[in-house]
């Protein structure tokens, strides 16, 4: 019987029975299963992995109703078919997952319509595993679909990777541009673009202030968008790395792309009796749920992340070689 040799981690956000299929649907892929091959009995992958039987049970039912495996009464699972029917096999390497992220993989995956096997993982901005996903995954797939980070080597790791191969999504623009294909944002151009269309608003305050703790190449780009909209147009400004030693006047509109720093200037209105939108403003980065109902609704302003995924799903299928700037919008409410 053949030994699966599923990589669970602790840092996988994909459920347990998708891994199970991923890696199944993977070694047929590569023809290392093949049809007739029994599979590991549920008992078996249970005690291996310490799973549930239903986590096991529900993986192989799936597989089962896409006829790639079929079971045997008092014999087991075999695999069936060794036609998967994936014309695409995508690595889909995020930073880590957010709420606004879920967004983003579920309209790719929507996008694609069960064309494509999606494996996914999170480097949490840490190099070694930057570094093991990618070089784990050379030749293993017809498609990298990269969100990269600020570090000396990250640039070298993906070089190891056919370019034709490579897709660089949501950051990483201006690092990337000239050599793969992407999905991004223009951080610098977007938030100046975004404050110019809505001066009416800025109007309303006697001081901006850009909250901004990371030193991130991209924050940087907001930062320097930021500053040059503030310069044109004009308004006194401050950009801020910690909001808890900053003076907060009345007649100032924060920009904050920290939830942490959405929080403490949202107490501190309360605090103040102060009202959002009127004595202070908010902007707030990256659009949620959440945010529409907190404090009668924050303003905020994102990337739409599902036009992003909807965007690269597209370049996928097609077999595009192109750049393309994300959307960049605000959802005006009450708070700026």
Request: aromatic share 12%.
């Amino acid at each position: 019987m053949i030994d699966l040799k599923i990589k669970f981690s602790d840092n996988q956000a994909v459920p347990k029975y998708r891994l199970i299929i991923d890696t199944i649907e993977k070694k047929i892929y590569l023809r290392e299963l093949k049809r007739g091959d029994q599979l590991p009995s549920l008992k078996a992958l249970c005690q291996q992995y310490n799973l549930s039987q239903d986590t096991v049970l529900m993986a192989y039912n799936k597989l089962k109703a896409k006829g790639i495996i079929t079971s045997q009464v008092g014999k087991g699972y075999f695999v069936q078919s060794e036609n998967t029917g994936f014309r695409h096999r995508v690595l889909l390497l995020f930073d880590k997952l957010t709420t606004y992220k879920e967004d983003l993989l579920q309209a790719f995956e929507g996008e694609l319509k069960g064309d494509a096997n999606i494996q996914i993982f999170f480097h949490h901005n840490h190099i070694k595993m930057f570094q093991t996903i990618i070089e784990g995954g050379i030749g293993e797939y017809t498609e990298y679909i990269i969100m990269p980070f600020d570090h000396p080597d990250v640039k070298n790791i993906i070089g190891k990777l056919p370019a034709s191969k490579v897709f660089i999504l949501d950051q990483g623009r201006k690092q990337y541009h000239s050599k793969y294909s992407c999905v991004c944002q223009d951080f610098e151009r977007d938030i100046y673009r975004i404050l110019k269309q809505n001066e009416q608003f800025v109007d309303k305050y006697s001081r901006m202030v850009l909250a901004i703790r990371n030193q991130k190449s991209h924050y940087k780009d907001i930062a320097r968008g930021f500053r040059d909209f503030c310069k044109q147009h004009p308004i006194p400004f401050a950009i801020v790395p910690d909001i808890k030693s900053f003076e907060i006047k009345k007649g100032d509109a924060f920009i904050v792309v920290d939830d942490h720093d959405l929080e403490r200037i949202v107490r501190y209105s309360i605090d103040k009796g102060y009202t959002l939108g009127e004595q202070l403003g908010i902007l707030s980065y990256n659009e949620t749920s959440l945010k529409g109902v907190i404090a009668n609704g924050i303003t905020t302003v994102s990337t739409d992340f599902a036009h992003m995924g909807k965007t690269m799903a597209s370049i996928i299928l097609n077999n595009q070689k192109t750049k393309v700037d994300n959307p960049f919008v605000m959802y005006h409410r009450k708070s700026f």
